[in-house]
């Protein structure tokens, strides 16, 4: 018996309005909006229904992870949401999780934006040593490598920005973390500035003492320096030198590093409406 296909302007107006309604639901925050690659408007579903896959060999250059809505393939940079229904707070995604060395990260330039293995010189990068915090990127921020910032007078280093949280559960490589912010490092490497988001599970045990650096201080004495001192350093076994921090190598609070957040959002909706030939856009 053959199927009859019906479009919505064919449904009866109460039935419609029922879909309609639906759809609309499903669209909230910690939603995003995927884009129309295959000529329809879909919205994702939610940030804890999304799976990641993994191709190639672990340990090698063709190692690659990716992420899916359902069945459709999405970019975990362009396609999950940033902002959670609660100010403040954030979608962070894991690229490294605490205690490893490999240097994983989102790869911008190629299709549907996986994470993989950095490399240099044909050869697989790793720390010297473990990194003592999950490390990841926010979705849908972007540091503008054209614009520069009028105070510290150097240009966005081209990447999503990065995420330090600081909790004491080892996220799993992938995993979307929501995180509540608690400042920022401005950090200047090679000449570039490579903002450091600093913020904590809101799953974490810490997640409700924690709202300011003076809180990280009082109840966490030596993270903010001990942060700030391993990525000042961590480059200096290859040969390059020391990276250095802006404002008086002070941190910012929550506010100024929200405000952060928001002006490399900004940078990355200009991004994706303007295109760039070397970056993997949608």
């Known amino acids: 018996m053959a199927m009859e296909r019906r479009s919505l302007a064919m449904l009866p107006l109460g039935l419609f309005a029922i879909l309609l309604g639906q759809l609309s639901s499903w669209c909230f925050a910690g939603i995003g909006r995927l884009p129309s690659r295959r000529g329809l408007p879909l919205c994702s579903v939610a940030v804890s229904e999304v799976t990641t896959e993994v191709r190639g060999k672990e ?5 690659r992870r990716y992420f899916f809505a359902k069945d ?27 205690n490893t060395k490999p240097k994983m990260e989102i790869a911008t330039k ?9 490399t240099k010189k044909g050869k697989l990068r790793e720390y010297h040593g473990p990194i003592y915090w999950n490390y990841g990127y926010l979705p849908q ?30 996220h799993e490589q ?38 300011s650096l003076k809180d990280v201080e009082t109840k966490l004495p030596g993270y903010i320096s001990g942060i700030r001192e391993w990525f000042r ?47 993997w856009v949608g």
Do not use: C
């Open 72 to 98: 459709q393939e999405i970019s975990p940079w362009h396609d999950l949401p940033l902002s959670s229904e609660v100010e403040g707070e954030y979608f962070m995604v894991t690229e490294i999780p605490k």
């Open 233 to 279: 350093w961590y480059k200096l076994p290859d040969g390059k030198p020391l990276n250095s921090f802006g404002f008086g190598e002070q941190p910012l609070d929550a506010p100024e590093a929200i405000k952060v957040i928001e002006e490399t959002h900004g940078f990355w909706k200009k991004l994706r409406e303007k295109g760039d030939s070397n970056l």
């Open 59 to 63: 340990g090698s250059e063709s190692y």
């Open 110 to 118: 190629e299709s549907m934006n996986p994470i993989a293995q950095d």
């Open 174 to 211: 992938g995993e979307i973390v929501k995180v509540k912010v608690l400042g920022a490092l401005a950090m200047i490497d090679d000449g570039e500035l490579d903002w450091k988001i600093l913020a904590i599970a809101t799953d974490d045990p810490m997640a409700a003492e924690l709202s």
């Open 141 to 170: 921020t972007w540091e503008d490598p054209q614009a520069e910032h009028p105070e510290l007078k150097v240009k966005g280093d081209n990447d999503p920005v990065d995420v330090v949280e600081i909790g004491s559960r080892a």
